[in-house]
């Protein structure tokens, strides 16, 4: 069982920055594919960037390439996501994924609030 906990959203002006952080309470952490998502009222999920354990492969949403970071430590058992030059249309209930292989994640954090004002 893997347990996923997000930390680190917040409200932040339209062009500021924020951090997010993931803690995995998991054996073996850097076998695990990594993610985050984003969810925005009334909109579907989608995936923002994802990582892999060993070889540092790296996936990016379109509309978050060159602001959003996606990072690791695997000595840690955590995960990040650095956020900059944050555009309103970025406001969403970010969630940190796992999973074994790539694009397919089985487990899930509750979700942290980031909010951009305009």
């Known amino acids: 069982q893997v347990q996923l906990v997000e930390s680190g959203g917040g409200l932040v002006q339209a062009g500021g920055s924020l951090r997010l952080s993931c803690s995995a309470s998991?054996?073996?952490?850097?076998?695990?594919?990594m993610g985050w998502f984003r969810q925005a009222p009334g909109k579907e999920r989608e995936m923002v960037a994802q990582i892999s354990g060993y070889r540092g492969s790296l996936y990016y949403l379109d509309s978050v390439k060159g602001r959003f970071t996606i990072s690791r430590v695997n000595e840690d058992n955590s995960l990040y996501l650095q956020m900059d030059n944050l555009k309103h249309e970025d406001t969403a209930v970010y969630f940190c994924?796992?999973?074994?292989?790539?694009?397919?994640?089985?487990?899930w954090g509750r979700g942290t609030q980031v909010t951009v004002s305009s």
């Open positions: 994924a796992a999973g074994v292989r790539w694009g397919d994640f089985e487990f």
């Open positions: 998991v054996r073996f952490f850097s076998r695990y594919v």
